[in-house]
């Protein structure tokens, strides 16, 4: 079967650009942390917000759970989500997304899971791990 979904390309219309921010990022709920990393990816996507895409070693995998939900973009590919599950926190579904095979244009973030901000707790500042 043949994807007919809209692939696109980035541009001055609807630009996307990544950059490495040197922060520290530590994704929380409740007591509970979730990811911890100085080698987050921050991608800027046309007017949204900016978004963290952190690598998935430093997310603490005890926390996640398969979600069957997926979304598209057609600037960044298929999404596949986890849900936060257990631990010190309840259960969060459908609030962590990745792609497993990001296009071209933004092929730095596989490998790295991103988290819903009006879900759990993201800071970043200006320390190391």
């Known amino acids: 079967m ?4 809209p692939r ?9 650009t990544l950059r490495r921010p040197g922060c520290r990022v530590v994704v929380s709920s409740g007591e509970g942390v979730i990811a911890d990393t100085d080698r987050a990816i921050e991608l800027h996507e ?12 430093d997310v603490s995998q005890e926390h996640l759970r398969a979600s069957d939900h997926h979304t598209y973009c057609p600037y960044k590919g298929e999404a596949s989500y986890y849900d936060i599950a257990g631990g010190a926190t309840a259960d969060l579904p459908n ?10 244009a933004v092929k730095e973030i596989a490998g790295h899971v991103a988290f819903y901000p009006d ?9 190391s791990r």
Not at 46 to 57: D, G, H, R
Not at 95 to 104: I, K, N, S, T
């Open 2 to 5: 043949t994807d007919t979904r």
């Open 8 to 16: 696109l390309t980035p541009g001055p219309d609807h630009p996307i």
């Open 46 to 57: 046309a007017s949204y917000p900016p978004v963290f895409y952190i690598p998935l070693e």
């Open 95 to 104: 609030v962590v997304w990745y792609y497993p095979e990001p296009y071209p």
């Open 119 to 127: 879900r759990v707790d993201i800071v970043a500042s200006a320390g």
